[in-house]
């Protein structure tokens, strides 16, 4: 492509090319919505020209602004990590004050450092540190004037000029800059750092967004310090009252077994009677929910087949009214006993349902193992020969049951097997009861 142009900047100077008047198509440079000159040729096809150049212009203001920020960004961390490298150095509060007066000096134009501590009582301890004379300096204040606001409200503050900041309390006449920024540890300030100047300063964002991080950086310090003190007392006598919590401990030490071994039986049976039916010594409704839960996870990720056998005695409330309540009870003893007693796998659990009804879970059995397992209930039940005067299928107690069987899949669901085992003991009853009946339950295998 032939094209006849030049570039010019914003004042028409000629940066490239050979300036032609009879050029009369023409296209702004735009960089960062600044127009910083033109091209001008002799057709409107310049315009393919001007586009590429504002792309070009403006990717290389991009690199220059990334790479400002990326070396602000490092002076910064720099200068965090050297003041921290410096402070966790120090073992003493005049060693603090003297990094943090030097390193103050350095970031920002200053005629005094001075940090003010709230101590235990609440009175205001004012520190400051001559460098000429190498010494710290210590009087007491009031929480008052700019410190005072900064302290109670744990938020920096810049004074370019305390006469026309009305919250500002002389306290020297020829101060007329102050930058204020609070100590503070995990949301605690425990006093603030005060930095004043004999002259008008106009003390920048970025100079307190660092002062403030240099701020952090001593508190985490000094409060290190105050503690020091604290410490070496505290390590003196520690001694003394471990030795004599050491006694104390030995003397309660045989006092603790002894509630330990209580504990434990108290816990072992606790947790008993959280699982046990009280009247039956069979397993409640509650732990059959979770167990048959546990279960299903576990054999859908081994595919293994699942049974549940629902059991009711036949015609149990007609045996309450006759024999009475005490005899039901231990009826009932006796039936979930011959039922524990028939069905000792460890992963398999008898529990009781409800009332007079029974459940048993047996994991890893198949539709013919359960089969098998439900004709020998039937016959040991009525095996027991607890006498039944009103029954109308035998002489004796006997149960009927129903029978499900699955492989668990994370579609199913241990409730649609509960349904499958009930409707099967419905089905059981119509037969005539003493008998066991099969539920058709499919299951959904991917």
């Known amino acids: 492509m032939n094209l006849s142009f030049f570039i010019s900047d914003s004042q028409e100077n000629v940066l490239w090319g050979n300036f032609d008047k009879s050029y009369d198509c023409h296209y702004p440079i735009i960089v960062d919505e600044q127009i910083v000159g033109r091209i001008q040729g002799k057709t409107n096809k310049i315009n393919a020209v001007c586009q590429m150049l504002n792309y070009i212009a403006n990717e290389e203001l991009n690199k220059k602004l990334l790479a400002a920020d990326t070396l602000e960004r490092y002076e910064e961390i720099y200068f965090l990590s050297s003041i921290s490298h410096q402070l966790s150095k120090c073992l ?200 048959l839960e546990q279960e299903w996870r576990r054999l859908v990720r081994g595919r293994g087949d699942i049974s549940l056998i629902l059991c009711d005695i036949d015609y149990f409330k007609l045996y309450n009214d006759y024999y009475h309540h005490q005899a039901g009870d231990e009826c009932l003893y006796q039936v979930a006993h011959c039922l524990k007693n028939f069905v000792r796998r460890s992963t398999d659990v008898v529990a009781r349902f409800g009332g007079e009804e029974f459940v048993i879970i047996l994991s890893n059995t198949n539709r013919f193992g359960a089969k098998k397992v439900a004709e020998k209930l039937c016959q040991a039940v009525e095996s027991l020969k607890i006498p039944h005067y009103h029954s109308q299928c035998s002489p004796y107690v006997t149960m009927s049951l129903g029978v499900a069987t699955t492989i668990p899949t994370s579609q199913g669901s241990p409730e649609r097997l509960i349904e499958a085992a009930d409707k099967a003991l419905y089905q059981a009853k119509l037969k005539g009861r003493n008998c066991f009946s099969l539920a058709e339950f499919i299951p959904v295998i991917i």
């Open 92 to 291: 003493t509060f005049e060693e603090i004050m003297e990094i943090l007066t030097r390193e103050t000096n350095k970031l920002l134009k200053s005629s005094q450092v001075s940090v003010k501590l709230l101590n235990e009582k609440g009175e205001l301890n004012i520190f400051s540190y001559s460098h000429q004379e190498k010494e710290l300096k210590k009087s007491q204040g009031t929480i008052e004037s700019i410190s005072g606001y900064v302290l109670r409200s744990g938020k920096a503050e810049i004074v370019n000029n305390v006469n026309e900041d009305c919250r500002y309390i002389p306290s020297d006449n020829n101060i007329k800059s102050v930058i204020c920024a609070p100590l503070k540890v995990q949301n605690q300030t425990i006093g603030v750092i005060k930095v004043s100047h004999h002259e008008f300063i106009k003390y920048t964002s970025e100079q307190l967004k660092l002062f403030t991080a240099l701020t952090a950086q001593s508190a985490i310090a000094i409060q290190n310090g105050q503690h020091r003190d604290k410490l070496i007392e505290y390590s003196q006598n520690l001694e003394q009252k471990v030795i004599k919590r050491t006694e104390e401990l030995e003397k309660s030490k045989q006092k603790l077994q002894v509630s330990n071994q209580k504990l434990k039986k108290a816990t072992k049976k606790l947790k008993y009677l959280a699982t046990v039916d009280e009247l039956t010594q069979v397993y409640n409704r509650r732990y059959f929910n979770d167990y």
